[in-house]
């Protein structure tokens, strides 16, 4: 199966841009085969795509013709630049690693007509022909095994920049996503910078419960609708997130806000008192509250967008990614029934508890690799927020949660307890029915549940979607969930996990 695109009447910026929407989309395992006449812009192509993946636009890039192969070192995956123009034979591929590159990184190939039959299945073939002008190039893009879809989509990216125009694409940049699925670059058009999402509507995955995906029954996102819609609302509530400039629903690409790149953790490095950040973050929940989001979301174009409902289901499934991935991987076997019996018997009443809470905003991710610091914006507006296509109708203390035990950062015991009860008094004063003693074993059962599920879930990314970076958070995961586990209505649940993951267990050393 092949799949074509043909782009003419492209001048040298034109082929180059080409070449950055193509480093999107590769993968260890790729070719990208580039042939056509002497002066039609190979190299031109060549460079763009080692300079897009480098991340450095002026990048030095030499001409591999006499060593034959030029590597690099990217973050993403190895790259080789190939030329086969002087290719003795076989052997000489043998020799400078022909067979290892494409196993583990992506081939850039020129001359590749010169050794055909080594070429791989998964490969995209970039034909460069001369155009009617001395000042245009034909681009053919003919794309084999799973670069296929991946063409597609390029071809469905460009469509969106061009209808209706957004002006001159100066430069397309990757940028690193997070665990899902959705990718995103930064585009720079007409000196501004914007970020691209490319968020295709996800298939099912295969059923774990009840004949539904993981997806379906956690309630995440499985297009750009509830992005839009969430982010729509809380923009039009006062909240620095990214403006949309343009959406197309149906296909899931949006051009948005570019929010920069003074994330939380690079605030920090930059001196920023952790105080003064994750102050400010709590100052974004305490003012959510005062203002309720409108049931249902409107989309824009007639439809509307219901928050989905914080479920047991839900709830569940989550829990259960302990058992699921870190128990096997922690003991060598799976998990007796009667140890999964007995956890979801203990967390039952706890869900009942959480469940019996009067629903509010649960954006649901928001700690620091989504919140940015905008240090010149207005009070209020300092704290940027780019995630919050997963929230749900639930417990107001969950985002909190994510907050003051995040994740990725270490948050001190002293500053969750002091920004945790500056809130319950902001609320207080808010909220005359408000109940802090209520609150606080919402907090401390949501927190336990959550960090039960992250404990799972950072052996899912290592050995299913082979992500290997989250098991730095390993050890501070198991730390918050012992803290939440003190909370007095925890105490059977805090047996068990002590006879089930006791220290040897939690500490155990995993190889990525």
């Not at 590159?101 to 034909?127: C, D, F, S, Y």
Request: hydrophobic share 45%.
């Amino acid at each position: 199966m092949t799949a074509a695109l043909a782009l003419d009447g492209l001048d040298e910026h034109g082929v180059s841009r080409i070449a950055e929407l193509v480093a999107l989309k590769v993968a260890p395992g790729d070719a990208i085969a580039l042939s056509g006449d002497l002066g039609a812009g190979k190299t031109t192509f060549a460079r763009a795509l080692i300079r897009a993946l480098l991340g450095t636009p002026e990048a030095e890039v030499p001409s591999p013709t006499f060593p034959i192969v030029q590597p690099y070192a990217v973050d993403r995956l190895p790259v080789a630049h190939f030329d086969f123009y002087r290719l003795a034979g076989a052997q000489d591929l043998v020799e400078v690693g022909y067979d290892e590159a494409i196993a583990t990184g992506l081939a850039i190939i020129e001359w590749p007509e010169r050794a055909a039959e080594v070429l791989p299945e998964n490969r995209l073939e970039v034909r460069l022909d001369l155009g009617d002008s001395l000042d245009h190039r034909r681009v053919t893009l003919v794309a084999h095994g799973t670069f296929v879809s991946r063409l597609e989509r390029i071809g469905r990216i460009l469509g969106f920049l061009a209808s209706p125009p957004t002006g001159e694409v100066e430069r397309i940049a990757y940028l690193q996503g997070d665990a899902s699925a959705r990718a995103y670059a930064r585009i720079t058009i007409d000196a501004r910078s914007w970020v691209l999402m490319d968020a295709p509507r996800m298939p099912d995955g295969p059923p774990v419960r009840d004949g539904l995906p993981y997806s379906r029954i956690a309630h995440l996102a499985e297009d750009v609708r509830p992005f839009v819609a969430v982010g729509r609302a809380l923009e039009a509530h006062g909240m620095s997130v990214p403006h949309i400039q343009k959406a197309d629903l149906e296909c899931g690409l949006l051009l948005v806000e570019d929010l920069g790149e003074t994330t939380f953790a690079r605030a920090l490095a930059a001196g920023v008192p952790q105080a003064t950040l994750w102050g400010a973050a709590v100052d974004v929940l305490i003012d959510l509250r005062r203002h309720p989001l409108p049931e249902p979301l409107p989309l824009g174009d007639g439809s509307s967008y219901r928050l989905p409902r914080f479920d047991r289901a839900a709830l569940e499934i989550e829990l259960a990614l302990i058992l699921d991935w870190y128990w096997p991987e922690a003991t060598g076997g799976p998990a007796p029934a009667g140890v999964r019996d007995e956890l979801m018997s203990l967390w039952s009443p706890v869900l009942d508890r959480l469940l019996a809470e009067p629903p509010g905003l649960f954006l649901r991710d928001y700690h620091s690799p989504n919140l940015f610091w905008l240090p010149d914006r207005p009070s209020g507006r300092r704290v940027g927020v780019i995630d919050f296509q997963d929230a749900m109708a639930g417990p107001w203390a969950l985002d909190l949660v994510s907050l003051l035990q995040d994740a990725r950062i270490d948050v001190p015991t002293a500053l969750e307890a002091a920004e945790r009860k500056r809130y319950i008094d902001a609320v207080s004063g808010l909220e005359p029915d408000f109940d802090r003693d209520r609150f606080l074993a919402t907090y401390a059962a949501f927190g336990a549940q959550r960090n039960t599920r992250l404990i799972g879930l950072w052996i899912r990314l290592l050995r299913r979607d082979g992500k290997p970076g989250y098991l730095q958070h390993m050890a501070r995961t198991w730390d918050y969930l012992g803290r939440n586990l003190e909370h007095p209505e925890l105490a059977d649940l805090r047996s068990w996990y002590a006879r089930h993951f006791p220290e040897p267990l939690r500490s155990r050393p995993i190889v990525a």
